[in-house]
C-alpha cells in the first residue's frame, strides 16, 4: 500500500526512475511569408517531422505559411512578444534588430551556395544568430531562399541601361533601397503578401527574388521578363521566441535545435534542386528568361560598390574583416 502511495505521489510530481518528465506537451506555431510547395516550406514540415518523431509526439509544430500570419516584420515583435513561437525570413530582416545583419543584404557577397554555406554554418553564421538573444529571439539555424534575380513586366534586361526607370519592389530595408536606386531604378518597399497585387495592377513595374519564389508564387502570371542576375544572396534564420525557449528543459531545447540543423540541411538541398524545374514551369508560363554578359555584371557590382562602403560603416570594420576572413579560408581550399 505504501509503495503504491509512493508512486502516485511521484507520478503527481512528474518524476521518473530517469529523471523529470516533460511537466506538458508544447505547441510550436511556425511562420513563413513563403507559400506552401516552396522549398522554405518544405523545411517546415521537415523541422515538423523530426521534432514530432524525436519528441514522441510531445511537441507539436503548426504551420504557417503563405504569410497568413502577417508580415515579416509583424512576425518578429509577436516573437519577441512570445505570442508566435517561431518563424524563417530573410536574415537581413533583422538589422533593424541587429545592426550587423545588414551584412547578408550585401549585393554580390557571394559567388556561390559553398561560400554561403561556409559563412553562415561557421563561426561567423552563429555569432550574428547569438547577438539576437537580447532582443528576444534565439536564432537556430539557416534557411535559404538562395540567389535573387530581377524580374519585370516593360522590357528584357541584358545591360545596366535597361534598369533605369524601372519601379521594383524591393525588401523594406534602407541598404535594398539603395543598391536600386545606385542602379538608376525606383525603390519600392513592400510587404512580401502585397507584391502580387502590386504587379498585377501596374503599381510596380518589377521585383527581385529568387527563381523558386517567383515560380512559387505564380509571378510569371504578371511579369513578363527575368534576368538571371544572381545579385544578392538569401540567407534566411529560422528563430524562436526566447520567451518560449526559456520556457524549455533542456531536453526539449536540443531536440528542437537539432532539428533546425538538420531540417536546414535538408532545405537547401530542396532549394538548390529546384531551381532548374522552376526556371522551366516559368519559360512555360510565358516569361522571357535573359543573362547578363560577365561585363555587364561587373557594370553592376561596380555601381554597388558604394553602396557597400556606405553599408560597411554601419554593419563596423571587425564584422566586414570577420566575413572576408570566411571567404578567403573557403576560396584558398
Do not use: C
Request: proline share 5%.
Amino acid at each position: 500500500m505504501k509503495r503504491l502511495m509512493l508512486k502516485t505521489l511521484v507520478a503527481a510530481l512528474g518524476v521518473t526512475a530517469f529523471g523529470t518528465v516533460h511537466a506538458q506537451d508544447k505547441t510550436i506555431k511556425f511562420a513563413t511569408q513563403n507559400p506552401k510547395g516552396h522549398p522554405i516550406v518544405m523545411g517546415l514540415e521537415k523541422f515538423a517531422e523530426i521534432v514530432a518523431a524525436k519528441s514522441g509526439g510531445k511537441i507539436k509544430v503548426n504551420l504557417f505559411p503563405g504569410g497568413t500570419l502577417g508580415s515579416d516584420q509583424a512576425n518578429v515583435s509577436a516573437i519577441q512578444g512570445g505570442t508566435l513561437e517561431m518563424a524563417s525570413m530573410n536574415s537581413g530582416i533583422f538589422a533593424s534588430q541587429v545592426k550587423e545583419f545588414a551584412i547578408y543584404d550585401f549585393p554580390f557577397m557571394f559567388a556561390n551556395s559553398k561560400e554561403a554555406d561556409a559563412v553562415v554554418d561557421g563561426p561567423f553564421g552563429k555569432k550574428l544568430h547569438d547577438k539576437l538573444q537580447d532582443k528576444g529571439l534565439i536564432g537556430l539555424a539557416y534557411f535559404e531562399l538562395g540567389f535573387r534575380n530581377i524580374t519585370n513586366s516593360k522590357r528584357p534586361i541584358t545591360k545596366l541601361e535597361d534598369l533605369e526607370g524601372l519601379k521594383l519592389r524591393v525588401i523594406p530595408n534602407p541598404i535594398n533601397v539603395d543598391w536600386v536606386k545606385a542602379l538608376g531604378a525606383n525603390p519600392t518597399p513592400l510587404p512580401f503578401p502585397e507584391v502580387y497585387a502590386a504587379l498585377e495592377q501596374k503599381a510596380i513595374d518589377g521585383q527581385e527574388n529568387p527563381i523558386t519564389v517567383i515560380n512559387a508564387n505564380k509571378f510569371y502570371e504578371v511579369q513578363k521578363h527575368v534576368v538571371l542576375s544572381n545579385h544578392q544572396y538569401n540567407p534566411q534564420s529560422v528563430v524562436i521566441s526566447k520567451k518560449f525557449w526559456d520556457t524549455l528543459d533542456a531536453a526539449q531545447k536540443k531536440i528542437i535545435a537539432d532539428a533546425a540543423v538538420e531540417a536546414a540541411k535538408y532545405q537547401r538541398e530542396q532549394a538548390r534542386g529546384q531551381v532548374a524545374a522552376a526556371l522551366d514551369n516559368m519559360k512555360k508560363g510565358g516569361m522571357q528568361v535573359s543573362e547578363l554578359s560577365p561585363a555587364e555584371t561587373e557594370r553592376l557590382r561596380d555601381r554597388m560598390r558604394p553602396v557597400i562602403a556606405k553599408y560597411s560603416v554601419a554593419v563596423g570594420q571587425e564584422t566586414m574583416q570577420s566575413l572576408q576572413a570566411e571567404l578567403t579560408k573557403v576560396r584558398s581550399k
